[in-house]
């Protein structure tokens, strides 16, 4: 240990040479920082002109876009001229004048029209096989319902097959009718009708235009 000391001992005038030493070199180090310039970056950098290029841009990019646009055209609704149609007078040729009636429906109309003798209502078309509610909300505007004169039965002398004859009858009920005419008697109203297990207030209601007492 005391070998590695004696490396470190210095007399008084190596001391004094050392310390000049270490003072210069922070001198010199001290000169290098206060003296030393710091690199200047120029820009080119103009503003006004970069706007200017910017607003350019953007008024030919909106030129561009204006002459890409097609003038908007507006559609015309077309509402067919037709005239309103009577449907228990019209023909298969009348109704086919209905928009979304051809051939085939107005055919259909006009015989289910003859089975049934007659329509009550405007909405007995949607029993017709192939209108839909979309269809019949198509031609209703054009319909019209003025001639209520049906094509009735009479249930105190009609016999079964006349009364299964009917769209609204089964052949079930036609016999239920007659055999309960033939143990009560003569119907004295329709509501008597209630009384058969087969009809409900709903099918009533229904085939209570198409019946009669005389």
Sequence with gaps: MKSIIKYFYFNKRERLALLVFLFLLLFIKLSFHFFKKEAEYVHYEHPEFQADWIAIDSVEQQAKVHASRKPIQLSKTIVPQVP???????DS???KKLPGIG??????IVRYRNWLGGFYAKEQLLEVYGIDSALFHR???YILLEDDTLRKIN???CGVKDLSAHPYVSYKLAKLIVKYREHHGMYSSLDELKAIPLVDEQLFRKIVFYFELE
């Design 84 to 90: 309103l149609i009577n449907i228990n007078v019209a």
């Design 93 to 95: 040729f009348a109704f």
């Design 103 to 108: 051939d085939k429906y107005s055919s259909r």
């Design 139 to 141: 031609i209703s505007p």
């Design 155 to 157: 249930i105190n002398v």
